[in-house]
């Protein structure tokens, strides 16, 4: 397998020292996703970019991450899972939620139960859902700002999981105590 290594911020390019710099003085050290990401700046950027951007949504914290951490379990990203899992509880999530996620089991709250599931008409269908999906997701009080930033959060997981992927980047010490383990039918064949 190709090597791709995680950066410092005195190894990383001109154009990522800033960004890591920043993570730093954020998290109290550099998650390793972006320092594998920092040997493409652009693709760091675009990703703190886009993570940005996100989070002016009119979307709950508590919504995001169910965004979010259904992208991380359908691409079966073990990284994204523990991070965000570790992100969640720091944000408060309601750990029932964040479990749900985690174990792929229904969300007792049905609204949020909805956008879980609307979150993953959008993964597997390529973008494409049902009108019946649509539908169900509209009855459950959301709308269509809300499905376009349902496709702005998968974009975004694309861009970790598919690095994490292709890297097979190492989880921060910082995120181990929330490991996560494929379940086989998420793996991909």
């Known amino acids: 397998m190709t090597h791709f290594e995680q950066h410092t911020i005195e190894t990383a390019p001109e ?13 109290g050290f550099v998650p390793n996703l972006y320092a594998t990401m920092a040997e493409a700046p652009t693709i760091l950027e675009g990703y703190m970019s ?7 949504t009119d979307l709950s914290e508590t919504e995001r991450q169910i965004i979010l951490m259904t992208n991380n379990r359908l691409n079966g990203c ?16 309601n750990g029932d939620i964040i479990e749900a996620l985690r174990k792929n089991t229904p969300i007792a709250d049905s609204k949020l ?3 879980r599931q609307f979150a ?5 269908s390529r973008g494409w859902p049902s ?19 349902v496709i702005l959060g998968t974009a975004l997981k694309v861009l970790s999981n598919y690095t994490n992927h292709v890297a097979d980047t190492d989880l921060d010490d910082a995120f181990k105590a ?9 793996a991909a064949e």
């Open 15 to 27: 154009a990522a020292k800033p960004i890591l710099q920043a993570a730093l003085k954020g998290y």
């Open 50 to 56: 886009l993570s940005a951007i996100f989070g002016k």
């Open 78 to 93: 073990k990284y994204c899972m523990a991070a965000h899992t570790t992100l969640s509880q720091m944000a408060g999530v």
């Open 113 to 115: 139960e909805a956008l």
């Open 120 to 124: 993953i008409a959008i993964n597997e």
């Open 131 to 149: 009108e019946a999906q649509l539908d169900a997701f509209m009855a459950a009080g959301y709308g269509r700002q809300t499905v376009l930033e």
């Open 178 to 186: 929330n490991v996560w383990d494929i379940v086989p039918s998420v």
